[in-house]
C-alpha cells in the first residue's frame, strides 16, 4: 500500500460561509446548534451518522465515520455568511418555517448573534429578488471586499481554516464565454464589470483566490469553469458542485439504478413538484427554472445510458416541473409518475408522491461537504474539482471530457472508498469478503 497520507489534525475552529443565509443555510446552521445543545440527532448527515465498512466482513470493523476520520467536530464550527436581507439566522429560520419555533426559541441567543454581511448581488441575475443589504463598487472591488470579509471573519472569530458554501438563490443560465477560459481573463473581467460574470462567480472567485474550498449548492455555473479550475489548482482549494441532490432528483437517483439493475424498460418519467418558500419564487422566473432544468434534466440519461441501452431507454420522455405554489411554503411536493415496461415489453406504472421538507434534506449536506472539503484541504489533496463528493450533487461537476456520474450508490462508493484510501484502508470491492 502506498505511503500514509499525513492529515493535518483538525485543531482549532473552521468557519463555514454560505453566501445565501435562506431556508437552506438558516436550517443548517439552527440544526446544527440544536445538535451540539444534545436537542436533535444529525439524521441524514453521513460523516455524524455513517457507518463505514474497513477490511474483511468477518473482521467486523464499521467505525462512525467521524470516528474514522479526522474531522472538524461540531463545537468547532463557527458560521457566518452575507445576504441581501439583514435578517438574523433566528429570523431567516422562523421566516422559513422549516424547524420547529419551539426549538428555534431555545436556540435564540445564538441564533441571533449570526448575522449576514453586505451581499454581492445584482437583480439582473435573480429576478425575482430586490434588496438593500447590497456592496456596491466594480466586479473587481467586490471581489476585493469579499475577500476581506472573510480575513475580517477569521480574525474575529478565531478561525484557523475557512469553507464556503453557496446557499444562495438560482441564478440565470449562463454558459461559459472567452471571460471564463482564464485566469487572466476572469480578472481582467472582473475589471471591466463583464455581464457574464454573475455575483456567484464573484464569491467563489474570492474564496478559491484565498486558498478556500468552495462548494456550489445551487445550479448555476459559479466555480464550474476553466479559470476558476485553474485558480483552484494553484491555491490548492478544493471545488465541488452543483446543485444538492435532494428531493424529487434524491429519489430518482435511488430508483433509477435499481430498473436499470434490473432491466426494466422505461417509456416516461414525468416530474412535477409544487413549493412556495422563496427558491420556489425565484424559480418561478423562466431565465432562473432554466438553469434547475438543466441540472435536474441531465440525471437519468447517465445513469440510463440509452446508447448502451436503446431498447430499454432509447424513446425515454423526460419531462420536469416547478410550480411556485406559496401555500406550501418549503413543504414541497413531487410527484413522480414512471410509465415503466417489463417482459414482453408489458407496460407498467409507478406513481411516486414526495411530501418532502427540501430545506430538511439540504442541510446535512451543507454540513457534510464542508467538513469533507475541509478534510481534503488538510489532507493535501489537489486543488479544484473534487469528485468523490458527487455523493451530494445534481450534476456533479467532472474534469473536462468525463460524464458525469449520477448513480447514488456508485457515488456512495467512490465516497467511502476515498475516504478508505485516505486513511490507508483496503478499498471495499466486494470481491472477496
Ligand atoms: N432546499 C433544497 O433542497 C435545495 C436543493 C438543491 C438546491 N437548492 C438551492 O440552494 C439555494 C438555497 O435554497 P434556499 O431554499 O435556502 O433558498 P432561499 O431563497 O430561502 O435562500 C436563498 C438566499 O440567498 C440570498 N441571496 C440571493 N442572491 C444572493 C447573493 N448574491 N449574495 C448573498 N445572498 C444572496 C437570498 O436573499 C436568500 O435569502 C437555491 O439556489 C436553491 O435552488 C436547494
Known sequence: MADKIQIAPA???LGILTPGMGAVSSTFIAGVHAIRAGLRLPIGSFTQMGHIRLG????????LVKNFVPLTELNDIEFGGWDIFTDSVYDAAVNAGVLEKELLDQLKPELEQIKPMTAVFDQYYVKKLEGTHVKTGTKWELAQALMQDMENFKKEKGCDRLVMVWCGSTEIYLQPSDVHQTVAAFEQGLKDDHKDIAPSMIYAYAAIKMGVPYANG???LSADFPALEELAKETRS???GKDFKTGQTLMKTILAPGFKARQIGIAGWFSTNILGNRDGE???DPESFKTKEESKLSVLDTILQPDLYPDLYGDLYHKVRINYYPPRGDNK?????????G????????KVDFLCRDSILAAPLVLDMALLLDLGKRAGLPGGIQEWLSFYFKSPVMPAGLEAEHDLFIQQTKLKNTLRWLMNEEAVTHLED
Open 11 to 13: 485543531s482549532g475552529k
Open 56 to 63: 474483511k466482513r468477518a473482521e467486523e470493523r464499521q467505525p
Open 218 to 220: 445551487a445550479p448555476n
Open 238 to 240: 478544493g471545488t465541488c
Open 282 to 284: 425565484v424559480l418561478d
Open 333 to 341: 411536493e413531487g410527484w413522480d409518475n414512471i410509465d415503466i415496461f
Open 343 to 350: 417482459w414482453c415489453g408489458r407496460p407498467m406504472q409507478i
